[in-house]
């Protein structure tokens, strides 16, 4: 389980999140949806130790987490998949994978064979382009990689911060049936952080509504998806 305690963030002296509060369970997608610069990315950052919490805790599975660096938090089994992808172009879609267990990799090389083989398996389409550069992948492709390189630490929890973003709804749908895939054949936790509410809503257990730094909303997918407030401001029907 993933527990977030009345997390703070402030970026200089300017105060983002303010006591954040939420969990993910064992088996569940979350998603946290909210518009252009409520947080979101603060979010997923804070949790992934880019930025320390100023007040509040984070904890996995029993351990608190908050106040690790980045890398250590990806030891202990948080894995984020960044805005924007963030695919090494100049690198080929082996090296970007590998580069989702790097520090491991020269102790591990076993291992990291072995996560490889796993992920290839669960993306079919990145297998055949492996000695490609990463540059010359469709942007549905790059997406799969970015998720590809987070799963290859083997977390317990993956993050992914709008993976939908600039993506054809066919290509969309191609990933959301990977977080099943994620979800239900590794048993990994996911947070789908998501500026398309619809996309969003498609495949959460629970969902929560971040609004200027602060959680204003939640509840079960069902829940969200009929919440009035949810659909005039997010979901676009009045
Ligand atoms: P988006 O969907 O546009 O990424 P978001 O919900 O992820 O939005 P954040 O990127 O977390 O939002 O930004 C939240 C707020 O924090 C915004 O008001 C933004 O301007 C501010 N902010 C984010 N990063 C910085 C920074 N490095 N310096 C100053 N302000 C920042």
Redesign the pocket.
């Known amino acids: 389980m993933l527990k977030v305690d009345g997390v703070s963030t402030h ?2 002296k ?1 105060k ?1 999140l303010h006591e954040i509060y939420f969990q993910v369970e064992k088996g569940q997608i979350v998603s946290i949806i ?10 997923l950052n804070t949790l992934a130790g880019l930025y320390r919490p100023t007040s509040g805790t984070i904890t996995l599975e029993n351990e608190v987490i908050s106040g690790y660096p980045a890398n250590k938090v990806v030891e202990k089994g948080l894995s984020l998949v960044p ?1 924007g992808r963030q695919i090494f172009t100049n690198l080929t879609v082996k090296e970007n994978l590998l580069l989702g267990i790097f520090s491991k990799y020269y102790k591990e090389k076993k291992l990291a064979e072995e996560n490889l083989t796993k992920i290839l398996d669960m993306f079919p389409g990145l297998k055949k382009h492996l000695k490609n550069l990463g540059g010359n992948l469709s942007g549905g492709e790059q997406q799969m990689l970015a998720i590809g390189r987070g799963l290859m630490s083997n977390p317990k929890i993956i993050l992914l ?2 993976p939908s973003m600039g993506l054809a709804p066919k290509i969309v749908n191609e990933i959301l049936d990977t977080l099943m895939i994620i979800k239900e054949d590794l048993g990994t936790m996911v947070i789908l ?1 998501e ?1 398309n509410v619809k996309a969003a809503l498609k495949v959460c257990d629970q969902a929560y509504v ?1 609004d200027q ?1 602060r959680m204003i909303i939640n509840g079960t997918r069902d829940e969200i998806s009929s919440n009035p407030q949810v659909i005039s401001a997010y979901l676009g029907i009045k």
């Open positions: 970026i200089g300017i983002i909210g518009a252009n610069g409520a947080g979101k990315s603060t979010l805005e911060d709008e952080v500026q971040i730094g």
